[in-house]
């Protein structure tokens, strides 16, 4: 590989293979645009009655419940 660009993605090379791992920080991408997760949080932590927030991304069907 001769040129690495920093794009916030997570990836390993094994035996001469690249291997992407996921992302270095909470960003996702939602129909085709990027969703920072963080700030989202900090979004819904300020609504009154909440004092912390955690917010998740899943594809739907992955869950068992």
């Known amino acids: 590989f001769s040129t690495i660009f ?29 969703v920072d997760l963080a700030e989202v ?3 819904v932590a300020t609504a009154v009655g909440v004092d912390k927030a955690v917010v998740l991304c899943y594809k739907p069907g992955e869950l068992s419940q």
């Open 6 to 34: 920093r794009t916030g993605d997570y990836a390993r090379i094994v035996k001469g293979a690249l291997i992407y791992e996921g992302r270095t920080d909470s960003q996702i991408k939602i129909r085709g645009h990027r």
């Open 41 to 43: 949080e900090k979004s």
